[in-house]
Every structure is written in structure tokens, then in C-alpha cells.
């Protein structure tokens, strides 16, 4: 067994390695590119919503009280007259990416913590590179892509973005796991 203070070089080292790595993905015209296209007529979109001063949150456009007005004909008749959307209102300001990616980075950190949590419970120092890569790389991987599929499932994400995100978590596991590999403690 391998205690996490004695994995936090290859914690934080991955940890890095995935920011770098995700800020590639992201920033190269690649295959996020096209994942939120602009809404048509977006000036008119925007014009006629601003008046409502709708508050940062997330909202669900008709939205009913209880399972049993799910069933009324007024909002089935919402429904088929729609619009039908999930919307998040963010605050009115400049973006500032600053604060999304320290979060991101300390994620990354969380994901390295709980991928050395099951690698050091189930190896010993020593372990062989590719017994460790096995168990950093599943556990970072459940970390970095799973949960994303419940966005397709519930939220009508497409399909398609899930699946480039679930590339991308593949990836960043790959070198968590590699990372992990690289610099299991030894038997000294």
C-alpha cells in the first residue's frame, strides 16, 4: 500500500501536465470548434430577453410545479407552442477566465488525489508501470468523462459534444495514468 503523501508529486505533476494539455485542446481550432453554434438572430434573441433582467442562474423554459401539471393540457400546450430550452444566465460582465481555471486545475488536483487513493490501495511500492497506469487511468477517467454523459441523458446536450468530452477525459487520463506510471515509489 502507497499512502497519498507519497504521491504528491505524481498528484500535482499530472495535475499540471492535464492543464497544459486541456488548454491545447481547447484553444487549437480542433474538434471543439463548433460546439456552440450562435443562435439565429442573436441580436434579437439577446434584445428581447435583456427587458426581464433574468438573474444568473439555471433555468428550464417551460418549467411546471409538480410531476402531475407535467400532465395539464396548459403545459403540454406550453410545450408545443415552446420555445423548450435549458438556459444559463451568467452575470453581465467581461469573461474572465481566471477563476475557471484555477477551479479547473484544482479538480485536476482532485482527480490525481482520488486516482492515488485506489492506485495506492491496491499496489505496493514497486508495482509494475502498467499495473499502476491500469488503476490511476480508470479512476481518473471515472473522474474526468463519466459523469459528463448524464448531460446528454437528462439535459439534451448533443450527443456528439459528450463524445468529444469523453476523448478529452480519456486524454487527461492517459497522462494522469502515464504520469502515475512514471513515478510510483520504488521498494527502497
Not at 500500500?1 to 500535482?12: A, F, Q, R, T
Not at 439565429?40 to 444568473?56: G, K, Q, S, T, Y
Amino acid at each position: 500500500m502507497v499512502g497519498i503523501p507519497e504521491l504528491w508529486i505524481p498528484i500535482l505533476l499530472s495535475s499540471v501536465f492535464v492543464f497544459l494539455v486541456s488548454s491545447v485542446i481547447h484553444m487549437a481550432p480542433l474538434w471543439h470548434k463548433n460546439d456552440y453554434p450562435k443562435v439565429p438572430n442573436e441580436d434579437r434573441v439577446m434584445d428581447a430577453i435583456r427587458p426581464l433582467a433574468i438573474p444568473p442562474g439555471e433555468y428550464m423554459v417551460p418549467r411546471c410545479s409538480s410531476g402531475k401539471d407535467m400532465k395539464s393540457p396548459e403545459f403540454i400546450e406550453k410545450l408545443k407552442k415552446g420555445p423548450v430550452m435549458m438556459l444559463s444566465v451568467w452575470p453581465n460582465e467581461p469573461f474572465n477566465m481566471a477563476p475557471s481555471l484555477i477551479l479547473w486545475f484544482l479538480y485536476s488536483v482532485v482527480v490525481g488525489i482520488f486516482s492515488a487513493y485506489v492506485a495506492g490501495r491496491a499496489l505496493p511500492p514497486g508495482a509494475e508501470y502498467l499495473d499502476v497506469f491500469r488503476f490511476a487511468g480508470v479512476t481518473a477517467f471515472l473522474g474526468y468523462a463519466l459523469a459528463l454523459w448524464q448531460t446528454s441523458i437528462w439535459y439534451r446536450r448533443p450527443w456528439s459534444i459528450t463524445a468529444k468530452l469523453t476523448a478529452d477525459g480519456l486524454i487527461y487520463a492517459l497522462f494522469t495514468a502515464g504520469t502515475f506510471g512514471w513515478l510510483w515509489p520504488n521498494l527502497n
